[in-house]
């Protein structure tokens, strides 16, 4: 399964690695293990602005493909540039970890081209 975590702009403004992190586990907690060793994310808080709320927070559960709010991810916009639209860590293919930024053409293609290879 996938599980998507969802960037809060908090303090007006996005980090890395990506606005939306999409791992691939077999449970949520796992998910969200990976998403702290691998990424860097964090769901503590604690360093995040009080009025905005906590920029991580653990995912939701599973699909079967890669999404963000039940779309594809390459047809997800971003917000702006500061930081890629996404990254997709493939647990059982790790070469196949997949980013887009935005506005760059190329890396959509090779996330198409992963896409692809994972729901055969
Ligand atoms: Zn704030």
Not at 55 to 80: L, Q, V
Request: glycine share 10%; with cysteine; proline share 6%.
């Amino acid at each position: 399964m996938f599980y998507t975590f969802s960037q809060n702009n908090s303090g007006g403004y996005f980090t890395g690695p990506a606005q939306y992190v999409i791992i691939e586990a077999d449970s949520r907690n796992e998910a969200n293990r990976l998403a702290e060793e691998r990424y860097g994310l964090y769901f503590d808080g604690e360093e995040d602005c009080p009025c905005c709320g906590n920029r991580w927070s653990g995912c939701y559960d599973g699909t079967e493909k890669p999404e963000i709010y039940g779309k594809p991810p390459e047809e997800h916009d971003g917000f702006g540039d500061e930081v890629p639209v996404f990254v997709v860590y493939y647990k059982y293919n790790p070469e196949c970890t997949a980013f887009r930024q935005s506005g760059v053409d190329e890396v959509d293609h090779l996330t198409n081209k992963f896409l692809g290879e994972q729901s055969v």
